[in-house]
């Protein structure tokens, strides 16, 4: 009954800034923890930033001073605020909600960041 659907993603030039929003359907977000992850090409997909309920947030350290993660439970979104991109910052990105012990994924957005 939880479904997560994204939004943003393309392609930036290296040094440009990107947004990504997750609006998330079927309860309250009030008590989920939330958070962004990323694969790139032939690589584990690692968490990028996470949020708990209480607003309290973490980075991996590859993003740290150029990514912010935030949430509106009012919403029901989460969003990556992403500056300063990076061509490593290259990956599908994915939103993730976790709800009683229980992960919910969105579909993934592709960003890409060349010249």
């Known amino acids: 009954q939880v479904q997560l659907v994204e939004s943003g993603g393309g392609l930036v030039q290296p040094g440009g800034s990107l947004r990504l929003s997750c609006a998330v359907s079927?309860?309250?977000?009030?008590?989920?923890?939330m958070g962004w992850h990323r694969q790139a090409q032939g690589k584990q997909r690692e968490l990028v930033a996470g949020i708990t309920s209480g607003g309290i947030t973490n980075y991996a350290d590859s993003v740290k001073g150029r990514f912010t993660i935030s949430r509106d439970n009012a919403k029901n979104t989460v969003s990556l605020q992403m500056s300063s991109l990076k061509p490593e910052d290259t990956a599908v990105y994915y939103c993730?909600?976790?709800?009683?012990?229980?992960?919910?994924w969105g579909q993934g957005t592709q960003v890409s960041v060349s010249s």
């Open positions: 079927g309860r309250s977000l009030s008590i989920s923890t």
């Open positions: 993730r909600v976790t709800r009683l012990g229980y992960d919910y």
